[in-house]
């Protein structure tokens, strides 16, 4: 049974390992993108995994802190973990990540799956920045579809997931799924598919593969801004659970009506306003750019691309 509590005004939900091999699992919600961010932990060597860790960034002035880093960092000591990995499921549209800060912090190596190459090369061209982004050097590791990786007595593998972006993976283990921006909460449907690089159908294969996983696998979503039902962020549901009840891919949703439906629901969404400020620093490994002359950072935005 999962369990909650709050440090601060932040959201701590805790979830138990729900048979050996599996891991212990805290989602800790970061409220102003809506970002759930992970920590997965082999219970017996404590060795643990941090996943999509946000690095805040506040549009209006442009300026980062490092609250939500803080508040990762204060459950891995309360909670006696050693973090081993450093894992981002996407380069993500709406946060930046905190990967380079958290390698700072913790000296754990960073990973990301290895289309953020091709992700790269299509943002390269939207910035006109033909130069810029180096995947392979700025992650320590790039994985590929089937890759496993060690979490002390447990193993991580990797598992391809596109759709909302062209290089999106899935982390699996044990009977948990970190499955970011594919599925959203059981009760809410599912991610959007319209970023550059992204596809409906790839996302729909993709879901079908999530849902394949053991009935009883507990799923963790990137994301949740609540419903018109529920005010708590909820981010945890098992395949079963979204089998029986996701309103958009339940059992014997029919793939064409899906792709309309998310289509259509698409056309609706704007931009998420951290997007164009996200990608060129999270496909740097959540790093600005060189530093200019004057010692300061910026941000390069193309106008009336989008
Ligand atoms: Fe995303």
């Known amino acids: 049974m999962a369990t909650d509590y709050t440090q601060g005004d932040r959201i701590v939900r805790y979830s138990p390992a729900g048979s050996s091999n599996s891991p212990e699992v805290w989602g800790l919600y970061e409220p102003e993108s809506g970002s759930v961010q992970y920590i997965c932990a082999d219970p017996s060597t404590r060795k643990a995994a941090l996943i999509d860790v946000v690095w805040d960034f506040d549009p209006k002035n442009a300026g980062t802190a490092q609250d939500s880093i803080d508040h990762v960092m204060r459950v891995v000591e309360q909670e006696g973990l050693a973090p081993a990995w450093i894992l981002d499921t996407h380069p993500h549209a709406d946060h930046f990540m905190a990967s380079a800060r958290l390698k700072e912090r913790t000296g754990a190596p960073t990973a990301i799956g290895e289309k953020v190459r091709e992700i790269a090369e299509l943002w390269r061209g939207y910035y006109h920045m033909p130069e ?19 979490l002390g007595d447990l193993q991580i593998r990797v ?19 970190f499955v970011h921006d594919t599925l959203m909460h059981a ?20 879901i079908q593969e999530i849902l394949s996983l053991p009935e009883n696998t507990r799923l963790f979503v990137g994301h949740d801004y609540g ?52 990608l060129q620093v999270n496909l740097r490994g959540g790093r600005l750019g060189e530093a ?10 193309p106008v009336n691309k989008f």
């Open 132 to 150: 810029a982004f180096d995947p392979s050097r700025d992650f320590d590791r790039l994985l590929a579809d089937g890759d496993t990786i060690e």
């Open 227 to 278: 419903t018109d039902d529920r005010d708590a962020p909820a981010w945890e549901a098992t395949v079963a659970e979204h089998l029986a009840r996701n309103p958009h891919v339940k059992a014997g949703t029919r793939k064409e009506d899906w792709i309309k439906q998310r289509t259509e629901r698409d056309k609706t969404l704007s931009l998420p306003d951290r997007m164009l400020a996200a």
């Open 159 to 177: 598992m391809l997931s596109p759709g909302h972006t062209l290089g999106s993976v899935s982390y699996v283990c044990g009977d948990a799924a």
């Open 187 to 206: 009760d809410a449907g599912t991610a959007r598919a319209d970023f550059p690089g992204g596809s409906a159908g790839e996302l729909w294969q993709s």
């Open 292 to 301: 200019e002359s004057d010692g300061n950072h910026y941000l390069k935005i």
